[in-house]
C-alpha cells in the first residue's frame, strides 16, 4: 500500500451544497493538500428516488466556486453497484452475512411497536431470519457481533467506544438487489484507497457498523476524523434561519469564495488566533490535532468582517468583473434603491479604492455606490432631508454652488483648500459645511468621504445636484 493520503468528500445529492458539506468538502480537500495527497468526490446517489441531477450540478458548482474541484472525475455510487453486490456475496459465503426472509409478521409487530413507542425500530433478530420459512423475497443482513464493542479511534473524538449489543444486524442488500449505504460506503472507500474519512460526527454510529464490516472482509481501516456539527450562533442546531444556505447562495449574497472559504475553515479548525487564513496558510497549516472537539457556531457577522476583508484586498479589475457576473445573473433577491443594470462601470472602477473600504459583500459595494448612479432628483434619507431643510442650509449650499463652480480642477487638494476656506470665510464648523453638501450629493448622512464624493462625481454632476434642490 503507497502511503498517500486520499480523502474524500462524499456528498448524497438530495440538496444543494449546505454549509455543513462545503466545510467537509473543504476540510477533506485542505487535508489532502497539506499533505500532498489526493481529494476524491463520491456521489452518493444509491438513493435514486431522491438524488437529482439538478443537486449534483449545484453541489460541483458550489465546490469549483469555492475552489475545491477534486482530483479526477468524480465516482459516482449508483454505478458500483455490481461491486457491492459482490462483497455482499463474498459476506454471505464467509459466513458474516445472511439472507433475512420476509414478509415477517414478527418483523411487522416489532416495527409498528418501535414507531408506537417513538424509537427507531431496530430488527430484533441476530444472526438468522426470523422467520424459518425459507421463500420469498429476502434482504442480506450483516451478522454483526454480539459480544463486546467496537471502539472507534477518532483522529478528533478520541476513542469511541460502542457496545455491540446496540447494533442491530444492519441490511446490506435490500429485497431489490441494491446496496445500502452502509455497505456501499465501505466498499467504495476501500475500493478507492480513501486513507482518511473526515465527516460530520452524525456518522459516527454509522463508524461502529462500517468498522465491523471492514473487519469481517479482512480490510485495513482508513483513519477517521468525525467533526462536531455546526450549530447557529444561539447553540441551536444549524437551521436555514441561522444561514444554512447552499453555497451558491452566499455568492448570490456577494460574499467572494475566498472569503467564505476562509470563514469555513475557521468554523472547528483554527490555527492559533489567525482569524485571515489565506488558501496557501490553509494548506501549509491545515492538520486535524486542531479541529475543534465542541461544535462550531455559525456567525454571519464574523463571516461579514472575514468577507469585507478579502473585498478590501482583492484586484479592481477581479471585483468589477464580479460585480458583472452578480448582476447578470440574475440571482441576487437584495431589493436595490437604484437600478443595478445602469452603473458605469469606469466610474465605478474609479471609485472602487473608497468605496470597498465601507463594504463587507458585493451588495454593500452596490450599494455604497448607489450616489454615483441614481438620477435627479436625489432620493433623500429623512436625516439627510432634514440637514438641507432651513434656510442657513439652504444659504450655504448656494455660496458652495458658487465656490466649487469657480474651482480650475476638481481634485482632492484643491477641493480640500477651497472647502476649508469656505468654512473658515463663513465662520462655521466643518460639519456644518460638509454635511448639508454631503446630503445633496448623496442622498445619504453616511456616505464616503467627501472629497472621495466630489472626486468621483465630478464638478459638473456636483453643481447639477446643489443646484437642484436650491
Ligand atoms: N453521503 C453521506 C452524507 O451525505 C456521507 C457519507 C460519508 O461521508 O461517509 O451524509
Redesign the pocket.
Known amino acids: 500500500m503507497s502511503d498517500k493520503i486520499v480523502t474524500r468528500f462524499?456528498?448524497?445529492p438530495t440538496g444543494f451544497l449546505h454549509i455543513g458539506g462545503a466545510r467537509t468538502a473543504l476540510f477533506n480537500w485542505a487535508y489532502a493538500r497539506a499533505k500532498g495527497g489526493k481529494f476524491l468526490l463520491r456521489i452518493?446517489d444509491t438513493d435514486r428516488a431522491r438524488s437529482t441531477t439538478e443537486a449534483i450540478d449545484a453541489i460541483m458548482a458550489g465546490m469549483k466556486w469555492l475552489g475545491l474541484e477534486a482530483d479526477e472525475a468524480p465516482v459516482y455510487q449508483s454505478k458500483r453497484q455490481a461491486r457491492h453486490v459482490e462483497v455482499a456475496t463474498k459476506l454471505l459465503q464467509s459466513g458474516h452475512a445472511y439472507r433475512s426472509y420476509a414478509p415477517d409478521q414478527e418483523l411487522e409487530k416489532v416495527r409498528a411497536e418501535a414507531r408506537a413507542a417513538g424509537v427507531a425500530p431496530r430488527y430484533p433478530g441476530r444472526h438468522e431470519p426470523l422467520t424459518m420459512a425459507k421463500r420469498g423475497e429476502y434482504v442480506v443482513r450483516f451478522k454483526s457481533p454480539i459480544e463486546g464493542e467496537t471502539v472507534i479511534h477518532d483522529e478528533v473524538q478520541g476513542d469511541v467506544v460502542i457496545k455491540n449489543d446496540q447494533l442491530d444486524d444492519l441490511v446490506l442488500l435490500r429485497s431489490d438487489g441494491t446496496p445500502t449505504y452502509m455497505l456501499a460506503?465501505v466498499v467504495d472507500d476501500h475500493d478507492m484507497g480513501i486513507t482518511h474519512?473526515i465527516?460530520g460526527d452524525d456518522?459516527l454510529t454509522n463508524c461502529a457498523r462500517q468498522i465491523q464490516i471492514y473487519k469481517a472482509l479482512g480490510w485495513d481501516l482508513p483513519v477517521f476524523a468525525h467533526i462536531p456539527l455546526i450549530h447557529g450562533a444561539d447553540g441551536a442546531k444549524l437551521s436555514k434561519r441561522h444561514g444554512a444556505l447552499g453555497a451558491e447562495q452566499y455568492k448570490a449574497l456577494g460574499y467572494l469564495p475566498e472569503g467564505l472559504q476562509n470563514y469555513l475553515a475557521r468554523l472547528g479548525w483554527s490555527h492559533g488566533d489567525e482569524e485571515i487564513i489565506t488558501t496557501e496558510q490553509l494548506i501549509e497549516w491545515f492538520d486535524l490535532d486542531a479541529i475543534n472537539k465542541a461544535p462550531a457556531r455559525f456567525d454571519i457577522q464574523k463571516l461579514d468582517h472575514v468577507n469585507g476583508h478579502y473585498i478590501r484586498e482583492a484586484d479592481d479589475d477581479r471585483l468589477i468583473a464580479d460585480l458583472k457576473e452578480l448582476i447578470s445573473s440574475g440571482e441576487m433577491t437584495h431589493e436595490f434603491s437604484y437600478d443595478v443594470r445602469k452603473i458605469e462601470f469606469d466610474r465605478f472602477k474609479d471609485a472602487l479604492p473608497f468605496l470597498k473600504e465601507r463594504a463587507k459583500t458585493l451588495i454593500e459595494l452596490l450599494e455604497v455606490a448607489s450616489y454615483l448612479f441614481v438620477s435627479l432628483p436625489i432620493p433623500m434619507e429623512d436625516k439627510a432631508a432634514k440637514s438641507i431643510k432651513d434656510a442657513p442650509a439652504l444659504d450655504i449650499l448656494k455660496g458652495l454652488a458658487d465656490e466649487l463652480a469657480s474651482l480650475p480642477s476638481f481634485e482632492k487638494e484643491t477641493l480640500e483648500t477651497s472647502l476649508k476656506g469656505f468654512a473658515e470665510k463663513r465662520e462655521l464648523k466643518f460639519g456644518k459645511v460638509a454635511q448639508p453638501l454631503r446630503a445633496v450629493l448623496t442622498g445619504t448622512p453616511n456616505s464616503p468621504g467627501i472629497y472621495d464624493v466630489l472626486v468621483s462625481l465630478g464638478q459638473e454632476e456636483t453643481l447639477r445636484r446643489i443646484r437642484d434642490v436650491l
Do not use: I, K, Q
Request: avoid cysteine; charged fraction near 25%; hydrophobic fraction near 40%.
Open positions: 462524499a456528498p448524497s452518493e460506503v474519512v465527516r456518522h
